[in-house]
């Protein structure tokens, strides 16, 4: 029999020191290859944050096989942990696609439990290990970060087997599997929701969580609406599924769904505003740069320097400084406040509640009106679309009081639809103008050799 082969990394304090790629061979398998390999590419990053060197690109790619090949591990083990599960609850039995003891309800704690461990090894083996900043914040945000995204990607698969098999029971109606059958369904939710979840926890970024945040609240205030005991919620505003009229699962789901989307919230600020404190330092030196060639110039031209430019140029330096830290307020506290909202309902304490959901508001209000003052050299298409959801936004606010044109449900859900709209587009913006910074930096570290290239022809 063959034996298998891995990828062998060795790295040794020169190497680290040097810059230099790891030695890789692929005979002899070694369990801590992943972590090395992300390590360097760690060490890469860190060393070179506005640019990324033909090292780091290697390592980054050999980084990725191994994960695939990690995750395909785990859907293996995810599928013989549902498989094994179903042989032992169904022996004997015709289980339906859902309802009491079915397939749907079996096939939701497979996948909850396949998808938290899978995320586990992903998030701690590999994520964790290529963003080693992460791992220097302190040890309580670590810990709310960890659990938060394991509530997030176990629900996600939770809910998914349960609506999944809910709709396949709609369109089979009364159908039954024996128990073979039943237990390769749960295999494969096993297998799928490990394979996923692992996946997502290697190579979590800002815009993944963007997206798993939209997912998993979309998520949770559906099942919440589906679960409500009074169905006629949606006349008053969303908060009514979070209190105990709405009935105990709608409850727990609403109020969970909340409070742990907006410690997903904090997760992700810590994302977007890293790469930001990374443009924000060019965009100074950029500055900086400008200012001491206008100052040069008019030195040239009229001998000395104007007595009104250094004051001019202070002005200019803090109008064009960015403001990272009030990007980072505002988003912490639209986290806290949502979780806030989750924390107190409305049937326990309505000013509270009224007071979370306002101060969220307002952080959201104050993000859209102050980017141009508190990203200054970002794209101006984006100042406008920030403009723009600000008008939207109060423009709605103002067709429920004191129009009365509609109820507050309607409120909410254009507000929820204006909110992921605008972060899903800022985190792109962000993606691009850090790409550009990556672009420049390439350019001008390769425009020495060009230069000799051209000065030899």
């Given at each position: 029999m063959a034996r298998s082969r891995r990828w062998q990394v060795r790295l040794d304090d020169d190497a680290a020191e040097t810059g230099e790629l790891p030695e890789v061979t692929d005979t002899t398998p070694t369990h801590g290859a992943a972590r090395r390999l992300a390590a360097f590419a760690a060490s890469e990053e860190a060393a070179h944050p506005a640019t990324t060197t033909p090292e780091q690109r290697e390592s980054q790619a050999k980084l990725q096989v191994l994960i695939e090949s990690r995750a395909i591990w785990s859907a293996i083990i995810g599928g013989v942990l549902g498989l094994g599960f179903g042989l032992v609850v169904f022996p004997?039995?015709?289980?339906?696609?859902?309802?009491?003891?079915?397939?749907?309800f079996f096939g939701a704690i497979v996948g909850g439990v396949t998808a938290g461990l899978a995320f586990l090894l992903g998030y701690s083996l590999n994520a964790r290990m290529a963003n080693i900043w992460l791992g220097e914040r302190p040890r309580i945000r670590q810990l709310l970060d960890t659990v938060s995204l394991l509530v997030v990607h176990s629900s996600i698969a939770v809910?998914?087997?349960?609506?999944?098999?809910?709709?396949?029971?709609?369109?089979?109606?009364?159908?039954?599997?024996?128990?073979?059958?039943?237990?390769?369904?749960?295999?494969?939710?096993?297998?799928?929701?490990?394979y996923f979840s692992f996946n997502s926890g290697a190579r979590i970024n800002a815009f993944s969580l963007s997206t798993l945040l939209g997912v998993f609240m979309a998520s949770g205030v559906l099942v919440s609406m589906l679960f409500a005991e009074n169905p006629f919620w949606w006349h008053v505003m969303f908060s009514e599924l979070g209190t105990g009229q709405a009935g105990l699962t709608s409850f727990w789901t609403f109020n969970t769904t909340l409070v742990v989307s907006g410690a997903i919230i904090t997760t992700l600020t810590a994302f977007i505003t890293r790469d930001l404190e990374t443009w924000a330092e060019h965009v100074r030196r950029r500055h900086v740069r400008r200012l001491q060639h206008e100052r040069e110039a008019r030195r040239a031209v009229r001998g000395k320097v104007p007595l009104s430019l250094p004051l001019r140029q202070a002005v200019s330096r803090h109008i064009r400084s960015p403001r990272i830290r009030m990007v980072r307020i505002g988003m912490i506290g639209m986290g806290a406040s949502l979780a806030g909202v989750g924390l107190v309902p409305v049937n326990l304490h309505n000013e509270v509640h009224a007071t979370f959901t306002a101060l969220f508001g307002l952080f959201f209000l104050m993000l859209l009106i102050g980017m141009p003052y508190w990203l200054p050299g970002f794209p101006r298409t984006f100042y406008l679309l920030s403009i723009i959801a600000a008008g939207v936004l109060l423009f709605a606010g103002s067709l429920w009081w004191p129009i009365g044109y509609y109820n507050l449900t309607s409120l909410e859900l254009i507000g929820a639809a204006i909110l992921f709209s605008w972060l899903i587009v800022f985190i792109r913006n962000i993606a691009a103008v850090v790409a550009e910074l990556q672009g420049e930096a390439d350019a001008a570290r390769h425009l020495p050799d060009e230069e000799r290239s051209a000065g030899g022809g």
């Open positions: 004997g039995e015709r289980p339906a696609l859902a309802g009491d003891g079915s397939i749907q809910m998914g087997a349960l609506g999944l098999f809910r709709v396949f029971q709609e369109a089979f109606v009364g159908l039954t599997v024996d128990y073979i059958a039943g237990a390769v369904l749960l295999c494969i939710v096993g297998a799928v929701a490990a």
